[in-house]
């Protein structure tokens, strides 16, 4: 089977279950190769949005400006993929004003210049302030792939196993929340057409 074959029989692959945070599908026929790509891609090879510049305009808590800033990044955020560039760049600011008490701030504070990229959660802790601490930050989130950072993967896991019959696999793709799960095969499925594609550009341009 030729990669092409494998993008024209999509319509037909067998899902198997799915909801809003995992899917598995049946992959019949496909070569260990193109169905090994897949599964890599679907974990890492997937555009998403995450935070990655921050400017901390005042942190009086106990965690270091780094500590902060990585705990940032590592909040998973929602991701329109038909809606955005690899080049945009979205703010996200938070402001927890003055702490009266000690209290988590979350990440439902973080406030989005577009609504369609924020927090897949809003409940996930930041830091911890007592009482006269805060913080003040603006960020900036991009796309990016978890090829360069584990804080771009689209999935928390994307495994291949063996059925009990001949010749076929079960892919299961399990999202962080940035995007729908059945989304992450369907873009991971033409990143690999993509670098196929690069591929047989390469080779071509050595024979010449």
Not at 94 to 117: I, K
């Amino acid at each position: 089977m030729h990669f092409d074959d494998f993008q024209q029989d999509l319509s037909s692959l067998d899902v198997i279950s799915k909801d809003s945070e995992k899917i598995a599908i049946k992959l019949k026929g496909v070569p260990l190769q193109y169905a090994n790509a897949l599964r890599r891609v679907c974990l890492n090879g997937v555009p998403v949005f995450a935070i990655d510049t921050v400017d901390i305009i005042e942190n009086t808590s106990v965690l270091p400006d780094e500590g902060l800033a990585h705990r940032l990044g590592l909040i998973p955020l929602k991701t329109d993929l038909s809606k955005f560039s690899e080049s945009d760049k979205i703010l996200l600011v938070l402001d927890s004003g003055e702490s009266e008490e000690t209290r988590a701030v979350l990440s439902s504070e973080l406030s989005s210049e577009d609504d369609t990229v924020k927090p897949v959660s809003d409940k996930i802790p930041i830091v911890q302030l007592a009482p006269g601490q805060k913080i003040k930050i603006e960020c900036y989130a991009r796309l990016g792939r978890g090829t360069e950072h584990a804080k771009w993967n689209a999935s928390n896991i994307s495994t291949l196993t063996d059925t009990d019959k001949e010749d076929e696999k079960i892919l299961t793709v399990e999202s962080t929340g940035a995007l729908n799960p059945e989304n992450i095969v369907l873009e991971g499925v033409q990143e690999v057409g993509r670098r196929v594609v690069e591929f047989k550009d390469m080779i071509n341009n050595l024979e010449e």
